[in-house]
């Protein structure tokens, strides 16, 4: 079975950084795109970031572009989230996914961690 374990989440205050990483186990990890989704409380889950199989293309959502980068290490079946600038409004549970196209659509994602809270005081 597929298995998605987030780590690196916590509290941290306004402008500081975060490094989110998710470890995969129970796929071929190097073919499938990876993505990470955020969900704030009575809010839509939401795309933060995405990273095709082999890392070659990332892409982001407008309100953490130039803020987030998404990255993946395939040896070690990984892939991590580097947040930094972080605002109040990027509290919320953050979750990895395994999609079947790079794609910033939930529906296309198939298996999903059990997510790791960022709050962000201000």
């Known amino acids: 079975q597929v298995q998605l374990v987030e780590s690196g989440g916590g509290l941290v205050q306004a402008g500081g950084s975060l490094r989110l990483s998710c470890a995969a186990s129970?796929?071929?990890?190097?073919?499938?795109?990876m993505g990470w989704f955020r969900q704030a409380p009575g809010k839509e889950r939401e795309f933060v970031a995405g990273?095709?199989?082999?890392?070659?293309?990332?892409y982001y959502a407008d309100s953490v572009k130039g803020r987030f980068t998404i990255s993946r290490d395939n040896a070690k079946r990984t892939i991590d989230l580097q947040m930094n600038s972080l605002k109040p409004e990027d509290t919320a549970v953050y979750y990895c996914?395994?999609?079947?196209?790079?794609?910033?659509?939930?529906?296309?994602?198939?298996?999903w961690g059990q997510g790791t809270q960022v709050t962000v005081s201000s």
């Open positions: 129970g796929l071929t990890f190097s073919s499938y795109p």
């Open positions: 996914a395994v999609g079947r196209v790079p794609s910033d659509s939930g529906t296309d994602y198939d298996y």
């Open positions: 990273i095709s199989w082999n890392g070659g293309s990332t």
